[in-house]
């Protein structure tokens, strides 16, 4: 494992530099990496939906480096996102607010909302601090893609899109943040992450969970979201050996992804045992979703997770990375 890391002087500076250039810098997260660009200045965002080929209708989440400059961004801030604040910030939590007037479209996707979170990864909270302003960071990756926990996937990603990628080593949780709307009469979980439901309602009282038909839109939504290119299938413990046998016998190649190892060697089946963990199979959901993804297997088979609230949101990436074709939203499913 690649160790967390802070910035050098120099890596700030040029960071910094391309920032206030209207380039794209790549940083990390403790989520996951993330894509950036000065919320000020719009050629700057436009290269974003450029870089990730996401359409410009999604809208991207500003990072700040405390609560401090909340008020520059948005509007009508209830008491409920100070005290999210106190309790998660910086940290995995995304809080949707009615935006100040003059935040660009492109960051808003043309709605009177602003995604805001402050992350805590010491590199983000150095370049952040350094910039002095809001970046606008959608995760590093091409758009319906996975998102990127190293620097390493960023570059498989991107490529030479992004100026500059900071490396700070892996990203310790590993799926992208929790996201709260608080512009409506209750607090609403619009995607579950890292801090949890059962958190949220205990600084909250009560929580709706998933979106509406009028709640802001959040792409990490669409039924096939977070996809590697091999069809991703969910299988019962039961019947995963009866799976892969399936493949084989059609001379075709297994790739397994389980909170066991096997119960037998097979040539043929790349297998990984990601552990019975929850924290652990988040923080490696997608770099070992990325290494089957190269396996030359007909099929990812994903053996299902356990239920409950430390499973929640492995369950929602999962169930998004195995959803096929259609780009529409998965209706009131937690996302
Ligand atoms: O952990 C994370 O949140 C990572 C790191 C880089 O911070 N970022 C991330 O960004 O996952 P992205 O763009 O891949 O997903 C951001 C989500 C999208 O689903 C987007 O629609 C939602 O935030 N979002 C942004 N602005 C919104 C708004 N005004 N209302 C509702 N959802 C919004
Ligand atoms: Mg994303």
Not at 40 to 56: H, Q, S, T, Y
Not at 145 to 156: G, I, K, N, Q
Not at 213 to 233: D, K, M, T, W
Not at 314 to 332: C, F, H
Request: glycine share 8%; aromatic share 4%.
């Amino acid at each position: 494992m690649s160790r967390l890391r802070r910035a050098t002087q120099k890596e700030l500076d040029e960071a910094v530099t391309a920032l206030r250039n209207g380039e794209l810098v790549a940083f990390p997260t403790e989520t996951v990496y993330g894509l950036g660009a000065n919320a000020r200045n719009p050629a700057a965002l436009r290269r974003i939906f450029e870089a990730k080929g996401r359409p410009v209708s999604h809208p991207l989440i500003l990072h700040l480096d405390s609560e401090r400059f909340l008020p520059r961004w948005a509007m009508e801030i209830p008491e409920s996102a100070y005290k999210l604040a106190e309790q998660f910030w910086p940290g995995p939590l995304t809080l949707i607010l009615r935006s100040n007037a003059d935040v660009s479209e492109l960051l808003t996707g043309g709605q009177d909302t602003i995604a805001i979170r402050v992350p805590s990864h010491p590199m983000a909270q150095q370049l952040l601090t350094a910039f002095g302003g809001g970046l606008a960071a959608p995760s590093a990756n091409r758009f319906g893609r996975l998102s990127p926990t190293r620097p390493e996937h960023v570059r498989e990603e991107l490529g030479d899109a992004v100026r500059l990628i900071l490396d700070g080593g892996e990203s310790t949780i590993g799926l992208e943040s929790t996201i709260v709307s608080l512009v409506e009469a209750q607090p609403r979980l619009l995607r579950p992450g890292n801090v949890r439901l059962d958190q949220l309602r205990e600084v909250l009282g009560d929580v709706q969970v998933g979106p509406v038909e009028s709640s802001p839109r959040v792409p990490g939504s669409l039924a096939s979201h977070y996809a590697p290119s091999i069809p991703v299938v969910i299988v019962p413990t039961f019947n995963l050996e009866l799976r892969i046998d399936a493949l084989l016998t059609q001379a075709r190649r297994a790739a397994v992804l389980a909170q066991r190892p096997p119960r037998k060697a097979q040539t043929n089946v790349t297998w990984i045992n990601a552990g019975r963990r929850a924290d652990v199979f988040a923080h490696d959901l997608y770099a070992n979703l990325r290494s089957l993804d190269k396996s030359g297997a007909a099929e990812i088979l994903v053996e299902e997770v356990p239920e409950g609230p430390q499973w929640e949101a492995v369950r929602d990436r999962l169930q998004r990375a195995s959803a096929t074709g259609s780009n529409e939203p998965v209706g009131d499913d937690l996302t």
